[in-house]
């Protein structure tokens, strides 16, 4: 297994703050406001390929096996590149927007794959997870495909963003309960 060298998904680097074990650090926060406002709309908005691959990088893996295993299982591929796992650097700003530094190293796995049809699919995903990250890729080749399988992989596309935005909101939410409003108190011997 060799080192990952090529640049990770900006969208995916976002979500890394949320996995981080407990820390409470703020890392890209503009990212999640150009996400948001960069995914569909509706789910009648069509997807496009950075969408949905962002979509599978942050998927757990559970939820896209369960939507997505029985809708690629016939598929037949050959691998471009099997799964390998490496490290890459994970970025921050100061107070989320200020001067970029290096916040740390994370785990990612990757790989490549080539349809019989001679689409290609590429799943990264955080961790070590080789199976994880295939099935990103068989997804990501399936859905670059005109067939009977785009629109039902598409609906889950749009199942895995939901449950990720509802996941956004409870931590937010989780996160705003927390807050603590600090004010200074003027002691009475001090008026003058």
């Not at 926060?29 to 789910?43: D, G, L, V």
């Not at 559970?62 to 691998?79: I, Y």
């Not at 080539?114 to 859905?143: E, K, N």
């Not at 005109?146 to 996941?167: F, G, H, K």
Request: aromatic share 6%.
């Amino acid at each position: 297994m060799g080192p990952i060298t090529s640049l990770w998904s900006s969208s995916l680097l976002h979500d890394l703050r949320h996995r981080s074990s407990g820390a409470q650090v703020s890392v890209i926060t503009r990212m999640q406001e150009t996400i948001e406002s960069e995914a569909p709309a509706s789910p009648s908005q069509e997807f496009g390929r950075p969408d949905w691959l962002g979509v599978l990088a942050k998927s757990a893996a559970a939820d896209l096996n369960r939507l997505a295993s029985t809708l690629v299982r016939h598929l037949s591929w050959t691998w471009l590149r099997s799964p390998e796992t490496g490290l890459v650097m994970v970025r921050g700003r100061i107070g989320g927007s200020g001067d970029p530094f290096n916040f740390g190293e994370t785990t990612v796995t990757r790989c490549a794959l080539r349809l019989a049809d001679g689409a290609v699919g590429y799943g990264y995903v955080q961790g070590t997870d080789g199976q994880h990250a295939r099935l990103a890729a068989l997804v990501d080749a399936s859905l670059q495909r005109d067939d009977e399988n785009r629109v039902p992989l598409l609906e889950v596309i749009e199942r895995l963003r939901e449950t990720q935005a509802r996941l956004r909101r409870e931590r937010r939410a989780k996160a705003a309960s927390t807050k603590v409003e600090f004010f200074t108190l003027i002691r009475g011997e001090n008026l003058e």
